[in-house]
């Protein structure tokens, strides 16, 4: 089994609606991460959260909402999707301080 | 604003030569550092990292950096057609905090 899983795989919205992006993990890390990656863009980080009482907003969180709802999983909403909402998005976890981050499989999301 | 910086490529290479992917960074206080892999599609998968100035090894894959020049590469040795894809250089700048640069993409000829 996946160590980041996400779900859905993939999701096709219309503009206002709210969308739920949801991400699970079994590596027992701490600290978990919501990217959003464009086409020939560098992956730029949404929110962060170092533990279930500890939320971070990163560069682009307008328009983005998350939930830790425990250790393992981290959601990310989109109140209400605009159509440059359109990307693919990544979960990852990491360990501790300075370390590596591990990647979910990614959602790719297209808001019409 | 804490940058990083990858020439975009498409950076060819024949199979079984070097390639060599650079890679600046402007915070200096940044203290790690990391390479992944990416494949059209898929997830980032990490593929090296490095925290002192030098090189380090794994495999075919070396990874060099410099913190006077804030300079990072990462050399593919022999490298092959499977190593063709989208490489993401990413630089910690506190908090456990990646910025990643855009990628290099890298075509390995037959």
């Known amino acids: 089994d996946a160590d980041v899983t996400q779900t859905p795989r993939n999701r096709i919205t219309k503009t206002g609606k709210r969308i739920m992006l949801e991400c699970s993990q079994t590596?027992?890390?701490?600290?978990m991460y919501w990217y959003r990656q464009d086409p020939g863009l560098g992956l730029q980080l949404i929110y962060y959260?170092?533990?279930?009482?500890?939320?971070n907003k990163g560069e682009i969180s307008d328009g983005y909402s998350v939930s830790r709802q425990a250790q393992a999983k981290f959601s990310l909403s989109l109140e209400s999707a605009i159509p440059n909402q359109t990307a693919l998005y990544f979960c990852?976890?990491?360990?501790?301080?300075?370390?590596?981050?591990?990647f979910g499989p990614g959602t790719r999301l297209t808001v019409t | 604003q804490k940058e990083v910086e990858q020439n975009s490529g498409p950076l060819s290479v024949p199979e079984g030569a070097i390639a060599s992917l650079n890679c600046t960074y402007s915070?200096?206080?940044?203290?790690?550092f990391f390479w992944y892999r990416q494949y059209s599609g898929k997830s980032p998968e990490l593929i090296m990292f490095?925290?002192?100035?030098g090189d380090k090894e794994d495999g075919r894959f070396t990874a060099q950096l410099n913190k006077a020049s804030q300079y990072v590469s990462l050399l593919i040795r022999d490298s092959q057609p499977s190593d063709s894809a989208t490489y993401l250089c990413?630089?910690?700048?506190?908090?456990?905090?990646?910025?990643f640069g855009a990628g290099t993409r890298l075509a390995v000829h037959p």
């Open positions: 990852a976890t990491s360990a501790g301080r300075g370390l590596e981050q591990y």
């Open positions: 590596k027992g890390h701490d600290r």
């Open positions: 959260s170092f533990d279930v009482k500890d939320i």
């Open positions: 915070d200096r206080g940044s203290q790690s």
């Open positions: 490095i925290y002192s100035n």
């Open positions: 990413a630089v910690n700048v506190g908090y456990n905090k990646l910025i």
